[in-house]
Structure formats: C-alpha cells, structure tokens
C-alpha cells in the first residue's frame, strides 16, 4: 500500500519476498512449528538464504545486498504474514548481524557474519537474564579475563534458538564495580564453547523457535571473539535497539495485515440476515478503524526506517514505530477476531494464531512502557536542545495573566 515510499530497487525486493514468502515457505512449516512439532527456525532460514535474502543491508562482500533500511522494513513486512515464529527467525540474522558488521572485526565477519547471510550458521542474541528483562545494566552474567580467553558465568532466559543455535551475541559484567555503561562486554560464544541449553519453554504464541534458557559455567571464550571494546558494550547494546525494535513493528504491519485481508475476504462471504455482513457498518467500520491504524502504524515504521537510513539518532522515532507498530496490529486481529465472531476464535483460521504471536510483541524488545520511558525522555530532551524556538503560543490566549500561572 505504500509503494510510494519506496525506490524501483526497493519495490523489487518486496516483490521478490512476497513470491518467495507465497511459493517457497510449506505451510506445514508454519503450523509445525506452532504446533512445536519443529523447534528451530532453521529451514526457513535455509529456504531463504538460498534466495538471498538474509541481511539485505549488509555489504556484498560479506553476502548481503547493500540495501537500506527501508528494503529491509519492506521485506519484513511481507514475511509477517507468517507469523512472529518465522518473523523472528527472519530477523535474527539482522540483529546478530548489526553487531557484527558495526563493531566487529574483519576476521569476525568472515568467521560468523558471512555464513550467518549464507545460511550456513544459525544465531541468537542472549540477553534478558532470569533475574531481569530491560533492565539490561543488571546483568550478572559474569565474564573475567583469563590470559587470552574470557571465562563466562551466568545464565540467559527467553533466548530465541538456544535449543539449536550455532553461536550466540552475549551480554556479561566483564567490570562489576565499574559505572553500569562502563560495565558490560559483548562475546560472540559458540555453542561448542560449553553453552548449555537447559529449558525450552512453553510458549503462548511464537512457537516453535527453541526458545530457552542458556547456561554458562566456565565457558571459555578467545578474546579474538571480543565485539567492540571491553567494558564498552553499551555502544553496541544501544545500536542493537534500532534493529530490535524496528523489525519488531515492521513484522506486526505484515501479521495486523494478514489478519485485516482474511477478517475483510470471510465479511464478503459470511451471510446474516439476508446479506454479507460487509454490509453492515458495525462491520465496515471496524475494517476502516483497522485499515486506518494499520496505515498510521506503517507510515510511522517506514519513516522511522528513513531516518535510521540518514545516520544520527533515532531511538525515539524507532521506539516509537515498535511501540504503535505492535499496538496497531494488537488493534487490528482483534478487530478481525470481531468481525469472524466464534469462527475466528478457533484454530479453523489462523486469527487466534496471529492474536497469540502479537502478544509476545508488546513485550520483547524492550516492553511498551519502556518504549515510554525512552520517547518522553528524548522528548524533553529534543525540547532542550532545539537551536531555534518556535513561536510562544502561550501569548496567544484570550486571557493571558501571569499572575495565575503559578508553579509550585
């Protein structure tokens, strides 16, 4: 619907996705894993890197396309329609990704960046902890320098792929006593190493991903695998946000889209009273609410894309687009769940399937109240900072007196 916003190249990949996502995905894959038949995303990754298109942004010297942001967005958003399950293994590769190709060395892109594009290595990031989530400065995964290894202690929860994962970005105090932004390292760990996956949870929604809690006891780690700085991972956990959090609205345009279409088709077949029920505007309406939040959700993604294309800052724009992104699609299967009545609460359409997924949505990443916390505070911020202010639209009032406009 928003072809506009993007190039001749860019349409192309979002062409070529949607066909690949039609013709070449079984849809046995699909209900296995949410079934948790299959717990890995790997064959499609498999699928898809035989099409080449994992990490369509990264360089072509390591296997990626060059591409921007806003090919990516649109490429996520055609794979959506899967669901969050396959979405998030989709995803992985962009987000280990970005750590690599940003802060890691020549010899780490070759090693792990490279065959993670090809399909030949299967990545995870291990980040939230048993004993917290976004609080991420709390970490107690410990990592201590031993000569030219790092020896890891700790545990990791919620990880997507620990049951089967090659490698994982993890996230360890490698300076407990230091300030928390100058506390925490960033590992490339392989499974070989001594990661031991311990549970596999049961999952609402977003199924089928091995999703699991890892353990690290006297795992030995070379240096070498150091990304960015020791103690300094805070520049590559605050880099990783804009990934996180963008893929995560981009994926829920595709699932609130996938609903929307199956809820507005059933209303043009399902009959009451005499006449489809797409005739009647407690229907219609609902279907105009959910175009017009989905639309609102999409513009917001595909600009907060632009601007992370232009370079800068855009935490709060990208916290934005995952936070009314998620929500819009939440909006949008419910609305569709509403339209198909009883129907659509069971597994005879995957609506219940969507509204399971999207749940999920509104909580990793950092959850919307974090998503909050994060857009007011660099608001006010941006507030502070402008370098021309704009008219004082306080004078206008009709009856300005500042006598009344007591503070404290």
């Known amino acids: 619907m928003f072809d506009f916003l993007l190039t001749e190249e860019e349409k192309a990949i979002q062409d070529e996705v949607r066909e690949f996502v039609k013709n070449d995905v079984p849809s046995k894959l699909v209900r296995d894993m949410d079934l948790s038949i299959i717990e890995t ?28 942001w806003t090919a990516e967005v649109a490429a996520i958003e055609e ?4 669901g969050n399950s396959i979405t998030c293994a989709y995803v992985m590769p962009i987000i280990v990704g970005e750590a690599l190709n940003i802060f890691g060395t020549r010899d780490q ?13 299967y990545s995870a990031e291990a980040l939230t902890e048993p004993r917290g989530g976004s609080d991420f400065f709390g970490a107690t995964t410990r990592a201590v320098q031993d000569g030219d290894s790092f020896i890891l202690n700790g545990e990791k929860r919620f990880v997507v792929g620990a049951k089967d994962s090659d490698y994982f970005l993890v996230y360890a105090k490698s300076a407990p006593d230091a300030p928390p932004h100058e506390s925490i390292s960033c590992f490339i760990v392989e499974r070989g190493m001594g990661v031991k996956d311990q549970t596999i949870y049961t999952l609402l929604g977003t199924r089928g991903g091995g999703t699991g809690r890892l353990v690290f006891k006297d795992v030995r780690v070379p240096k070498e695998n150091l990304v960015g700085e020791l103690h300094n991972a805070y520049h590559v956990f605050n880099r990783m946000m804009v990934p996180e959090r963008l893929t995560s609205g981009a994926g829920c345009l595709g699932l609130g889209r996938a609903a929307l279409e199956v809820a507005t088709r059933y209303s043009t077949r399902r ?12 229907v219609n309406f609902m279907v105009a609410d959910s175009v017009a939040i989905l639309d609102a959700a999409r513009a917001l993604v595909y600009a907060a894309a632009r601007s992370a294309d232009a370079g800068g800052d855009s935490r709060r724009i990208v916290s934005e687009a995952k936070k009314v992104g998620t929500e819009a699609a939440w909006k949008v299967i419910n609305n569709a769940m509403q339209i198909m009545g009883g129907i659509g609460y069971t597994s005879i359409y995957p609506i219940e399937r969507f509204l399971r997924d999207c749940r999920l949505a509104m909580i990793w990443t950092g959850t919307n109240e974090i998503m909050n ?19 004082d639209v306080e004078g206008d009032a009709i009856t300005p007196d500042d006598e009344e406009k007591v503070y404290e």
């Open 79 to 82: 794979v959506g329609v899967l």
């Open 41 to 68: 995303g790997r064959p499609f990754i498999e699928l898809a890197a035989k099409k080449n298109l994992l990490g369509l942004r990264f360089p072509k010297e390591y296997g990626g396309r060059g591409l921007k």
């Open 373 to 391: 916390l994060l857009i007011q505070h660099e608001y006010y911020k941006e507030l502070r900072m402008r370098k021309i202010e704009p008219r």
């Open 271 to 282: 009959k009451a009273f005499g006449r489809t029920i797409d005739k009647f505007q407690a």
């Open 109 to 121: 892109k070759e090693r792990y960046l490279r065959p993670t594009i090809e399909g030949k290595l």
